[in-house]
């Protein structure tokens, strides 16, 4: 079994920054894509950012370009979310993803593709 453990999320005040971690761990596994998705209260769960293994193509929803990065660090199994100029609008929780079978990149904006999740951790980001 895999775990995925996302950590580095809290309160912040608007035009901050924080930086989410998410490691995974259990038996080992190649994954094609790990990604980050958010809920906020009362909505349904969206995509936020996803990198690829093999390319380190990464992708953004238009909301958080120019303000989050997505990274990754191999030998880790580990996935990052700097997230900077943080906005009331982005307070939710925000879960961690992999997907351990390969795609067409398009494919990774949405949910089905990943097959492992993390319990999330909260953002909340104050006016």
């Known amino acids: 079994q895999v775990q995925l453990v996302e950590s580095g999320g809290g309160l912040v005040q608007t035009g901050g920054s924080l930086r989410l971690s998410c490691a995974a761990s259990?038996?080992?596994?190649?994954?094609?894509?790990m990604g980050w998705f958010r809920q906020a209260s009362g909505k349904e769960r969206e995509f936020v950012s996803t990198?690829?293994?093999?390319?380190?193509?990464?992708y953004y929803v238009d909301s958080v370009k120019g303000r989050f990065i997505i990274s990754r660090d191999n030998a880790k199994n580990t996935v990052y979310l700097q997230m900077n100029s943080l906005k009331p609008e982005d307070t939710a929780v925000y879960y961690c993803?992999?997907?351990?079978?390969?795609?067409?990149?398009?494919?990774?904006?949405?949910?089905?593709?990943?097959?492992?999740w993390g319990q999330g951790i909260q953002v909340t980001v104050s006016s």
């Open positions: 259990g038996r080992t596994f190649s994954s094609y894509a």
């Open positions: 990198i690829t293994w093999s390319t380190t193509r990464r």
């Open positions: 993803a992999a997907s351990t079978v390969g795609y067409s990149d398009s494919y990774y904006k949405l949910e089905w593709p990943y097959d492992y």
